[in-house]
């Protein structure tokens, strides 16, 4: 028959017409494969190209949003450790004293290494005149430091000395003394903070910390401290107002990975000092930190994708240049679709190919084969999904394209929605946004793998709850052969929300726990008691480390401890009245114990001690079986209440108010300083009653437990608001205590206070530091973040829309470059008070760091009510400033989105503000862009 349609037909001139045509067709099939290999191969080609193209663009923008996340949080870090620098200098502007014991309670209270990782201290050096410097050594020396001198020793005009660095103890012990300004580099920085008043950061240094094993680059930052009393408004002023510096020390690699928290594994990150990276200038280099290998470095540092950026930091310039790790490179390995494209494409061309193929030389029994396989098919897709639908599991199909086409009756049933819109990706609008990116990155990473995978998630019930789900997906292969045919994805998920809350609920009881622990820890600590346990029956005693101090000696010194350790130590007559005490306690007459009691130090005086206790355990019989209490060092108290009966005019002298008045409340008498406070005279005073103080700020249940508290204890201590003679309410910390006589009654009452007016006017001061921009004046995002949950808050109330539009200027690096920074602080003042200007009453201009702003738009009737105003800010930046006889010129680009149209939580807003600002940069800058939030669009990088 080959033979027969391969004839010439002029060779067979008597064959009929219809013959000829259908061999003539026959030929012509023959060749409808190859032209259909042909067309394939050619759109395979032009689909790899476009594969290609969009890889590209997402590794640039992969690689751009993980660059700027890393560049805001050492921003944001390094601004954190300023705030911390001026709340030292605020320590001494508060206090007139600082001493090395205030100054190592106030900087535990911050608890640096859980807030901040990665600093290395606190500290403040002094300044020291040459003819002061003998005496400074005499002083230190004196505090118990026999061996302190001003290090590196040499004559100069001037001398630093770093007295407090806390913690004091293991690598800060080397820099307990040294002269930071006597090393050029250290001085500089040192120098600018003198003079500006600002934070300054040092360049490159070797610290006094480093010991010569495992050295790593060295900065440090200083924030300058001035005496009160003396003026502050010029360098000049500030250079002799100087009382020294509070800095910090940093090694760079500990720095970094405080920052980071090990989060930096898809960047190559090197930092130089300046705004050159030469060698000599290095910091921080991650992957030799890490020690990763020559190869990976070197093709991390060869790909084309690259960034250098140059940040300020307390008035330096860093130098950070960023490249792909091995880490984003697997990534993005990861997601090959150029590859896929072109081997689907392949694949698809052989299979269309060999279709034909078969078409053409067994249409016949193709069909039959078809019809066949298509009944049995339907077949045993009908027996599936009946048993699917009758099992409690949610269960889903996925084609081999990742799509989703089938979700049984139960999975329906649990979303509430109909099949057609849970089919391809629509079922993903259910899961919770926290949870949709890492769910998507399992499913394709194992589809692409062709492996099993389970992964826990959240997803929106009918009812609009949100439950837990334990997904488990698992590849189909053609006759549930691995080595044949894949066909798939199918998945079972089980609801695990009870065993979520159960574990949620364990964890937060785990925490409460925790907490109440440490917080009694911390209480005892803070209150400076000893504390002791009593197994009333045996004798058995325990004494913490505390208990022993307070009587002179170390805890193993008292060893063997039992209860009869108490009895010698305390005074017999004390002893006897603890006693009588002890039993009217056992026989339940009194809640709880306590006693005044002496006991002998170990170097023979005797020490008040208040004792405490209740009886933590009872007998079933109702005997008493332990106690718990504490000891409270009282001795201060006792001594200054005798001194008192004895010298009751020594008063006159002191700075704090004091009054004096009889058990009926009467005046009988002031010191200078109350006149001085109040100004009231002491003959206006006299006679009158302390009511007279009364500024009507506190309430009668104030006054009730006010006096139930003296009447009772004997003593009272508070803050309380009091109105001087002008009329002028100030605030006051007030002690009153009850002076008794020979035979324990009350014979005057004795208060004395203490005008805080101006601590209180430092802590607004510092609230509105928290809260403020330090340079516009503008809220920070601590401040707009609670204004957001506000605004959001608001606009679900009043079903209204509201904006928030993300600004970064445009140009304003270069006019930082060539006029400097303090043109520059300039004119981001005067660009902010002019988009200030442009919102309306109730909208918000927050400044977040640098050139970049966000604005909050309230009260929108309609998306397109925000226009007029976006309109308002790119004018207001774009108008040129004129700065000390420059015209500067800079224009600003925003993104914005718009809730509830992009109906996520305040974090996730700004995230896709941001992402619609780099957007209108990519077109051009000086112009607005909106973000478009679609149901199966993948979600901007992470910053």
């Known amino acids: 028959m080959d033979d027969a349609l391969t004839d010439d037909p002029d060779e067979h001139p008597d064959e009929p017409p219809a013959l000829m045509r259908r061999k003539l067709a026959q030929q012509v099939f023959r060749w409808i494969p190859w032209l259909v290999l042909l067309l394939s191969l050619s759109f395979t080609g032009l689909a790899w190209r476009n594969a290609l193209v969009a890889q590209e663009r997402y590794e640039q923008t992969q690689f751009d949003f993980q660059v700027r996340a890393v560049l805001t949080r050492i921003?944001?870090?390094?601004?954190?450790?300023?705030?911390?620098?001026?709340?030292?200098?605020?320590?001494?502007?508060?206090?007139?004293?600082?001493?090395?014991?205030?100054?190592?309670?106030?900087?535990?209270?911050?608890?640096?290494?859980?807030?901040?990782?990665?600093?290395?201290?606190?500290?403040?050096?002094?300044?020291?005149?040459?003819?002061?410097?003998?005496?400074?050594?005499?002083?230190?020396?004196?505090?118990?430091?026999?061996?302190?001198?001003v290090q590196p020793a040499g004559p100069r005009d001037v001398y630093s000395a770093i007295v407090f660095l806390e913690p004091f103890s293991g690598r800060n012990l080397r820099a307990f003394g040294y002269d930071m300004y006597s090393e050029p580099v250290r001085q500089a920085a040192m120098v600018r903070a003198r003079d500006s008043g600002e934070a300054a950061l040092s360049g490159k240094v070797r610290l006094m910390q480093e010991a010569g094993r495992e050295e790593q680059a060295g900065l440090l930052m200083y924030v300058p401290v001035y005496r009160n009393d003396a003026p502050q408004s010029t360098p000049v002023e500030r250079q002799a107002a100087l009382l020294g510096w509070a800095y910090?020390?940093?090694?760079?690699?500990?720095?970094?990975?405080?920052?980071?928290?090990?989060?930096?594994?898809?960047?190559?990150?090197?930092?130089?000092?300046?705004?050159?990276?030469?060698?000599?200038?290095?910091?921080?280099?991650?992957?030799?930190?890490?020690?990763?290998?020559?190869?990976?470095?070197?093709?991390?540092?060869?790909?084309?994708?690259?960034?250098?950026?140059?940040?300020?930091?307390?008035?330096?310039?860093?130098?950070?240049?960023?490249?792909?790790?091995?880490?984003?490179?697997?990534?993005?390995?990861?997601?090959?679709?150029?590859?896929?494209?072109?081997?689907?494409?392949?694949?698809?061309?052989?299979?269309?190919?060999?279709?034909?193929?078969?078409?053409?030389?067994?249409?016949?029994?193709?069909?039959?084969?078809?019809h066949g396989m298509t009944r049995e098919l339907r077949e045993s897709e009908a027996r599936f999904r009946l048993l699917a639908d009758s099992v409690p599991a949610l269960i889903w199909l996925a084609d081999t394209d990742r799509r989703f086409y089938w979700f049984n009756r139960p999975w329906l049933e649990f979303t509430g929605r109909s099949l057609d819109k849970e089919q391809g990706y629509g079922w993903t609008d259910g899961i919770h946004p926290e949870d949709i990116k890492r769910?998507?990155?399992?499913?394709?990473?194992?589809?692409?793998?062709?492996?099993?995978?389970?992964?826990?998630?959240?997803?929106?019930?009918?009812?609009?709850?949100?439950?837990?789900?334990?997904?488990?997906?698992?590849?189909?292969?053609?006759?549930?052969?691995?080595?044949?045919?894949?066909?798939?994805?199918?998945?079972?998920?089980?609801?695990?929300?009870?065993?979520?809350?159960?574990?949620?609920?364990?964890?937060?009881?785990?925490?409460?726990?925790?907490?109440?622990?440490?917080?009694?820890?911390?209480?005892?600590?803070?209150?400076?008691?000893?504390?002791?346990?009593?197994?009333?029956?045996?004798?058995?005693?325990?004494?913490?480390?505390?208990?022993?101090?307070?009587?002179?000696?170390?805890?193993?010194?008292?060893?063997?401890?039992?209860?009869?350790?108490?009895?010698?130590?305390?005074?017999?007559?004390?002893?006897?009245?603890?006693?009588?005490?002890?039993?009217?306690?056992?026989?339940?007459?009194?809640?709880?114990?306590?006693?005044?009691?002496?006991?002998?130090?170990?170097?023979?005086?005797?020490v008040w001690v208040l004792d405490r206790g209740r009886v933590v355990e009872w007998a079933e019989d109702g005997q008493p079986l332990r106690m718990s209490g504490t000891h409270l060092d009282i001795t201060a108290r006792k001594q200054s209440e005798i001194r008192l009966q004895l010298a009751a005019n020594v008063f006159t002298h002191a700075r704090e108010a004091i009054v004096i008045a009889d058990t009926d409340g009467t005046i009988i008498d002031v010191n200078e300083a109350f006149i001085r406070i109040t100004g009231y005279t002491r003959e206006e005073a006299l006679g009158n009653n302390p009511r007279m103080l009364q500024s009507g700020l506190q309430d009668a249940d104030f006054y009730d437990e006010f006096w139930e508290t003296l009447l009772s204890k004997g003593h009272w201590s508070g803050e309380i608001w009091n109105r001087r003679k002008d009329g002028e309410v100030y605030p006051t910390l007030m002690t009153i205590s009850a002076v008794r006589d020979a035979n324990g009654r009350p014979q005057n009452y004795v208060a004395l206070s203490t005008d805080i007016t101006a601590i209180k006017?430092?802590?607004?001061?510092?609230?509105?530091?928290?809260?403020?921009?330090?340079?516009?004046?503008?809220?920070?995002?601590?401040?707009?973040?609670?204004?957001?949950?506000?605004?959001?808050?608001?606009?679900?109330?009043?079903?209204?829309?509201?904006?928030?539009?993300?600004?970064?200027?445009?140009?304003?690096?270069?006019?930082?470059?060539?006029?400097?920074?303090?043109?520059?602080?300039?004119?981001?003042?005067?660009?902010?008070?002019?988009?200030?200007?442009?919102?309306?009453?109730?909208?918000?201009?927050?400044?977040?760091?640098?050139?970049?702003?966000?604005?909050?738009?309230?009260?929108?009737?309609?998306?397109?009510?925000?226009?007029?105003?976006?309109?308002?800010?790119?004018?207001?930046?774009?108008?040129?400033?004129?700065?000390?006889?420059?015209?500067?010129?800079?224009?600003?680009?925003?993104?914005?989105?718009?809730?509830?149209?992009?109906?996520?939580?305040?974090?996730?807003?700004?995230?896709?503000?941001?992402?619609?600002?780099?957007?209108?940069?990519?077109?051009?800058?000086?112009?607005?862009?909106?973000?478009?939030?679609?149901?199966?669009?993948?979600?901007?990088?992470?910053?």
């Open 439 to 606: 769910y998507l990155d399992t499913y394709y990473a194992s589809f692409d793998q062709r492996q099993p995978y389970t992964i826990e998630l959240r997803l929106r019930h009918h009812d609009g709850d949100w439950r837990w789900i334990a997904d488990h997906g698992i590849p189909r292969f053609k006759n549930n052969d691995s080595n044949d045919e894949f066909i798939g994805y199918i998945g079972s998920c089980t609801d695990i929300n009870e065993r979520k809350l159960m574990e949620k609920a364990l964890q937060r009881s785990e925490e409460n726990f925790r907490r109440q622990s440490r917080t009694m820890a911390e209480i005892l600590w803070g209150a400076d008691v000893g504390t002791w346990e009593w197994n009333v029956q045996t004798g058995e005693t325990s004494f913490n480390q505390r208990w022993a101090e307070i009587v002179g000696y170390r805890l193993e010194e008292l060893a063997p401890i039992n209860i009869t350790t108490w009895h010698h130590l305390t005074h017999p007559d004390d002893l006897k009245r603890s006693n009588l005490m002890l039993q009217r306690c056992f026989r339940r007459e009194l809640d709880a114990y306590e006693c005044e009691v002496r006991m002998q130090h170990s170097d023979g005086h005797w």
């Open 75 to 149: 921003e944001q870090r390094m601004q954190a450790y300023q705030q911390t620098l001026l709340s030292v200098r605020g320590l001494f502007e508060a206090s007139k004293d600082v001493d090395r014991q205030k100054f190592r309670r106030f900087v535990d209270s911050l608890h640096l290494t859980e807030i901040y990782p990665g600093i290395q201290g606190l500290g403040f050096s002094r300044l020291i005149a040459p003819a002061e410097l003998e005496r400074h050594i005499d002083a230190v020396r004196r505090e118990g430091f026999a061996g302190y001198t």
């Open 761 to 943: 006017n430092y802590q607004s001061k510092l609230e509105h530091i928290a809260h403020y921009d330090v340079l516009t004046g503008l809220p920070n995002r601590a401040l707009l973040a609670d204004r957001m949950r506000h605004a959001l808050s608001q606009c679900l109330r009043r079903d209204d829309a509201l904006a928030v539009v993300y600004l970064d200027l445009d140009g304003f690096k270069a006019v930082n470059d060539r006029h400097g920074h303090e043109i520059g602080d300039e004119l981001l003042v005067h660009v902010a008070r002019r988009m200030q200007e442009a919102l309306r009453e109730g909208d918000t201009l927050a400044r977040i760091g640098g050139d970049e702003f966000i604005a909050v738009l309230v009260d929108l009737d309609e998306p397109s009510h925000c226009e007029p105003i976006l309109e308002r800010l790119l004018q207001a930046a774009a108008d040129p400033v004129n700065l000390r006889g420059y015209a500067l010129n800079v224009s600003v680009s925003i993104g914005i989105t718009l809730f509830p149209v992009d109906r996520t939580d305040a974090d996730q807003l700004i995230r896709h503000a941001d992402h619609a600002m780099y957007q209108a940069k990519q077109a051009g800058r000086n112009c607005y862009r909106f973000f478009a939030p679609t149901p199966n669009a993948e979600e901007p990088p992470e910053e």
């Open 248 to 370: 910090a020390p940093f090694r760079m690699r500990d720095l970094m990975n405080g920052i980071q928290g090990g989060r930096m594994g898809e960047l190559d990150i090197e930092i130089y000092d300046g705004e050159h990276p030469l060698p000599e200038a290095l910091l921080y280099d991650s992957y030799r930190e890490n020690l990763t290998s020559y190869a990976e470095m070197h093709v991390s540092r060869e790909h084309r994708l690259g960034a250098s950026h140059t940040l300020t930091i307390a008035g330096h310039p860093w130098t950070v240049i960023s490249r792909p790790a091995p880490g984003f490179l697997q990534h993005v390995k990861d997601r090959q679709q150029p590859v896929h494209t072109a081997l689907l494409g392949l694949a698809i061309s052989g299979m269309l190919f060999w279709l034909s193929w078969v078409l053409i030389n067994g249409r016949r029994q193709a069909l039959q084969a078809a």
